[in-house]
């Protein structure tokens, strides 16, 4: 079904709506309300609905589909905090989800953008967000586990509160924030440091409401105050993840085993296959997690799939045929703009209307109209219509960001007959409606000013054409550790050649040095048949002790030279995947290096293993985390080491249930089904400590009583005095650090680092194993500290991707490239300098040397033009022709001048 406004216009009874949706295309849909459905009467939406869509006298049917494979992706149910009516949801109108707020806080909420109090539509000034209503609880209806995203969207929430209201008062209450994954820490720190955002520690009570202005009472406690009664204007619940409603029919229809959690019963060692053969799962039926896992782990899901239907492949799908490219180089331009309301993002801001009259207006434009979600279906049919009928030769779509939406706006173009490079996009949403809501006189003008440029710029755009290069077959996997391997596997299953090449004498990473999981996978059993696999297997080819010197080529055609015991191999393939792994730090603080009973926590499951009876045998064990992370040097959070500390902690308390272990921790983020290891560990007497980061634990070696012990010393902010506990060992969770060799890697492979020296993808939720150079992929530790099974999860998200390049036999490369004009080139070399991507080098002609761009290379940057003193070099779709005009469209003439003078006539 495709939306139609007509029928929402003319429904009777209110029953026809329209669904907003950003993630899924848009459509109508028909409720309760309905006379035909209630009473057979009406159909008035039947009649007038353009495309025939709605069909009353449909009936279900049962269709029975053949298939070789199945993904399970369900997603999830949010906890109903209603049901247990601790909070007053449901009672009290102040008191709201946070799936609720988040509906408030969209465009396309009910009160369009706008927060506001469902008691008397007041804007709240003073708010308080609960965190873990409904997890890590083990009372009767809710959850023991952590649902591991609600730390994360809550401080989220609170920036775009402060964004809505700068004065806001913001009030997290929690027990740990738990922002362990990739940037998170950062963004918690800038949360934290906004004015007027406090975050408590704390559980919390709602006493009751306020009659008379419908607020709320929230009781709490603090170690400075003790018990403490606040007034707050609304509340927010941050409610979890709870399994999809229906997962044991789910189960029992497809014959799978679920946890204890009603999740999908994860394999260790592959945790997205389940115990039924052929059926996978992906997103968040595995268990909590966010959108970046969730998407890598369908891609994961998919190559999974990938290596039962390889025979299959390519046997189902039908190419794609477009109609012939007009020729318009003749005709003069007849300019089209579609200007989107998306949904109310836009149109509640901006006057839609207004600004698509104003566009008629406008040099060279023949025809304009509005659109309610010019992505839609409908709407893509209707540019195409109407550059058939008006004989359009450029198009202007005044919507969105291109950088998700390009494509299928440039595609339209193709279904019309001409270039795609006629297609210009004018943002006049996150560059006017999102940053203006509250000035929508100026936000039209703005929108008619951008709208202005861009016809502008499309007037002067030229027809380009793009490049199809041949797909070498062959992968390459920089990285042995499980994520290579596996990765390395998963493509070769579906016969790719792969070469995988590791730069130490033995495959296995850091992974030789774990021997168990919290879950207790065995880990050195699982890694020594990934290891015989891979030797095993005719299409992978395993280079150890390995160095690469050169990485050269593009999309599609790479070629690295490798250096090992063998000499120097070059190795030609069509896409790259880093999985370089990372390191562990070398601690300079607790003594470490200066006492033998001051260990990581590697070390400590090392010698667990080894039965070493002076550790085993000791009366007691520290462990202190964030070790070397969580700190100015180094801001993010190593995401392993709680789980790795409570993982020890069991095990040393399995063999020696007398052992005292004290774990001084700052926030114990063991997210997901960790919590529950939590738990356990508390139950068998493991003592948790928190300490603050200005107020670090102090570590001294002494002797009590005869006895060498460690002391460490911190407060007790509970007790509110200072600790001194004696230790026989001392455990320390060292960071997870960026291995040694990235910067080299990320040189040769012209791939970024974030500024912790991680691999940095091309998005983090669009594109989360892909990077921004085309054919290279990445997995593993080298993208952020990860635990096995995710570093498993991402390393099939990363086959997959590298799949949906290698399984074609052409790659198509931007037009948008560098050229350069030899009669302007000097040969200084200025340019080569520029390019980060190394598509420019030096020809010999009869004038000299000049410099060349390798097309296929060229990111299409524009580095190399702002460099070249001649302006020699330019970018094609880019050009000073196609910018300077907007620039001129920016301020009409006339201003200019009457600036000018006013300004002469001030001197």
């Known amino acids: 079904m495709v939306?139609?406004?007509?029928?929402?216009?003319?429904?009777?009874?209110?029953?026809?709506?329209?669904?907003?949706?950003?993630?899924?295309?848009?459509?109508?849909?028909?409720?309760?309300?309905?006379?035909?459905?209630?009473?057979?009467?009406?159909?008035?939406?039947?009649?007038?609905?353009?495309?025939?869509?709605?069909?009353?006298?449909?009936?279900?049917?049962?269709?029975?589909?053949?298939?070789?494979?199945?993904?399970?992706?369900?997603?999830?149910?949010?906890?109903?905090?209603?049901?247990?009516?601790?909070?007053?949801?449901?009672?009290?109108?102040?008191?709201?989800?946070?799936?609720?707020?988040?509906?408030?806080?969209?465009?396309?909420?009910?009160?369009?953008?706008?927060?506001?109090?469902?008691?008397?539509?007041?804007?709240?000034?003073?708010?308080?967000?609960?965190?873990?209503?409904?997890?890590?609880?083990?009372?009767?209806?809710?959850?023991?586990?952590?649902?591991?995203?609600?730390?994360?969207?809550?401080?989220?929430?609170?920036?775009?509160?402060?964004?809505?209201?700068?004065?806001?008062?913001?009030?997290?209450?929690?027990?740990?924030?738990?922002?362990?994954?990739?940037?998170?820490?950062?963004?918690?720190?800038?949360?934290?440091?906004?004015?007027?955002?406090?975050?408590?520690?704390?559980?919390?009570?709602?006493?009751?409401?306020?009659?008379?202005?419908?607020?709320?009472?929230?009781?709490?406690?603090?170690?400075?105050?003790?018990?403490?009664?606040?007034?707050?204007?609304?509340?927010?619940?941050?409610?979890g993840l709870n399994p999809p409603a229906d997962y044991e029919d789910l189960a029992d229809k497809f014959g799978i085993e679920l946890s204890s959690h009603g999740f999908c019963k994860a394999i260790p060692s592959n945790p997205m296959e389940t115990t039924k053969p052929g059926i996978f799962v992906s997103g968040a039926f595995q268990g909590p997690i966010d959108i970046p896992e969730s998407v890598f782990t369908a891609s994961g899901a998919a190559s999974q799939c990938g290596e039962l239907l390889d025979y299959r492949r390519g046997r189902l799908t039908k190419e794609r045929i477009y109609p012939p490219e007009r020729d318009v180089s003749e005709e003069e331009p007849r300019v089209g703009v579609f200007v989107c309301h998306c949904g109310a993002n836009i149109g509640r801001v901006v006057d839609v209307p207004s600004t698509v009259e104003y566009a008629l207006t406008l040099p060279n434009v023949v025809y304009a109209q509005e659109q309610l979600f010019s992505c839609a279906t409908n709407c893509a049919k209707e540019i195409t219509d109407m550059i058939e009928e008006k004989r359009l030769n450029r198009v202007v779509v005044a919507a969105c960001s291109p950088r998700t939406l390009e494509p299928l706006f440039r595609d339209t173009l193709r279904e019309a007959g001409i270039?795609?490079?006629?297609?210009?996009?004018?943002?006049?949403?996150?560059?006017?409606?999102?940053?203006?809501?509250?000035?929508?006189?100026?936000?039209?003008?703005?929108?008619?000013?951008?709208?202005?440029?861009?016809?502008?710029?499309?007037?002067?755009?030229?027809?380009?054409?793009?490049?199809?290069?041949?797909?070498?077959?062959?992968?390459?996997?920089?990285?042995?550790?499980?994520?290579?391997?596996?990765?390395?596997?998963?493509?070769?299953?579906?016969?790719?050649?792969?070469?995988?090449?590791?730069?130490?004498?033995?495959?296995?990473?850091?992974?030789?040095?774990?021997?168990?999981?919290?879950?207790?996978?065995?880990?050195?059993?699982?890694?020594?048949?990934?290891?015989?696999?891979?030797?095993?297997?005719?299409?992978?080819h395993v280079s150890t002790d390995a160095t690469i010197t050169e990485a050269t080529g593009y999309v599609g055609n790479f070629v690295t030279k490798v250096k090992s015991e063998r000499g120097v191999t070059e190795i030609k393939h069509g896409a790259a995947v880093i999985a370089i792994g990372a390191d562990e730090y070398k601690p300079t603080e607790y003594l470490y290096g200066e006492d033998d009973r001051v260990l990581t926590q590697l070390e400590l499951g090392e010698q667990i293993v080894k039965g070493e009876e002076r550790l085993i045998n000791s009366q007691s064990l520290v462990m202190i985390q964030c070790v070397g992370c969580r700190q100015e040097d180094r801001y993010y959070c190593a995401r392993v080491c709680c789980s790795h500390a409570i993982k020890n902690a069991l095990k040393l308390k399995e063999i020696n249930p007398e052992m005292d272990i004290y774990i001084i921790y700052r926030d114990m983020r063991t997210y997901g089904f960790s919590e529950?290891?939590?738990?356990?560990?508390?139950?068998?007497?493991?003592?948790?400590?928190?300490?603050?980061?200005?107020?670090?634990?102090?570590?001294?070696?002494?002797?009590?009583?005869?006895?060498?012990v460690l002391r460490v010393t911190l407060p007790d902010y509970i007790l509110g005095q200072k600790l001194a506990i004696d230790a026989d060992y001392l455990a320390l969770a060292a960071a997870v650090i960026p291995p040694a060799g990235s910067r080299e890697t990320a040189k040769l492979f012209k791939v970024p680092l974030n500024p912790e020296g991680f691999f940095q993808e091309a998005h983090v939720k669009l594109r989360p194993v892909d990077f921004a150079a085309d054919g290279v992929f990445l997995c593993g530790t080298a993208h952020y500290p990860k635990h096995i099974p995710e570093a498993i999860n991402q390393a099939y998200g990363a086959a997959g991707r590298v799949l949906t390049l290698l399984s074609h036999d052409i790659v198509t490369v931007s037009g948008s490239v560098c050229d350069v004009d030899e009669r302007k080139c000097m040969g200084c070399g200025a340019c080569i300098s520029a390019c980060t991507s190394g598509a420019i080098e030096f020809q010999d002609t009869r004038q000299g040397k000049k410099a060349v761009v390798n097309p296929v290379i060229c990111k299409g940057d524009g580095l190399c033009n702002v460099k070249c003193p001649t302006g020699a070099i330019f970018l094609k779709h880019f050009t000073d022709e196609e910018l300077l005009s907007q620039i001129d469209a920016a301020v009409p003439e006339e201003e200019i001048i009457q600036q000018i003078d006013a300004a002469v006539g001030d001197v």
């Open 676 to 708: 529950d290891y939590y738990r356990e560990a508390s139950d068998k007497d493991i003592k948790f400590i928190r300490y603050e980061p200005d107020d670090k634990p102090q570590v001294e070696a002494v002797e009590e009583e005869g006895r060498p």
């Open 3 to 239: 939306p139609d406004p007509y029928n929402q216009d003319l429904s009777s009874n209110k029953a026809v709506h329209i669904y907003f949706s950003q993630a899924v295309p848009l459509i109508t849909y028909i409720d309760e309300n309905c006379l035909y459905l209630k009473e057979k009467k009406c159909r008035i939406c039947e009649g007038v609905c353009k495309n025939d869509a709605i069909d009353f006298l449909q009936r279900s049917e049962k269709v029975e589909i053949k298939v070789g494979a199945i993904v399970l992706s369900p997603g999830y149910e949010v906890f109903d905090p209603e049901v247990k009516g601790d909070y007053g949801y449901g009672k009290f109108e102040n008191v709201v989800t946070s799936l609720d707020f988040e509906r408030l806080l969209c465009a396309t909420g009910p009160h369009e953008g706008e927060i506001l109090r469902a008691s008397d539509k007041s804007h709240p000034h003073k708010i308080a967000w609960i965190q873990c209503v409904g997890s890590r609880r083990v009372t009767p209806g809710e959850n023991s586990y952590c649902s591991a995203v609600c730390c994360t969207y809550t401080q989220k929430q609170v920036i775009l509160t402060k964004d809505h209201d700068a004065e806001a008062e913001c009030t997290i209450f929690h027990n740990d924030i738990r922002s362990y994954g990739k940037d998170f820490e950062p963004y918690y720190q800038r949360t934290e440091n906004l004015i007027g955002v406090r975050f408590i520690r704390s559980y919390v009570s709602i006493v009751r409401e306020i009659p008379e202005s419908k607020n709320v009472i929230v009781r709490y406690a603090t170690p400075e105050d003790g018990i403490k009664e606040e007034e707050f204007d609304m509340v927010v619940l941050s409610v």
């Open 419 to 540: 270039n795609q490079y006629f297609y210009e996009m004018a943002n006049i949403r996150e560059h006017c409606s999102w940053v203006h809501s509250k000035e929508k006189e100026d936000a039209t003008q703005k929108a008619k000013d951008i709208t202005r440029m861009s016809v502008a710029r499309a007037t002067s755009l030229e027809p380009l054409q793009e490049i199809d290069l041949p797909v070498n077959k062959t992968a390459l996997v920089v990285g042995g550790g499980i994520a290579g391997m596996t990765c390395a596997l998963s493509m070769a299953n579906q016969g790719h050649k792969v070469h995988l090449v590791e730069k130490d004498t033995d495959l296995g990473g850091t992974a030789r040095r774990i021997y168990y999981t919290l879950e207790g996978l065995d880990v050195q059993a699982y890694l020594r048949d990934l290891v015989r696999e891979v030797y095993q297997h005719p299409l992978i």
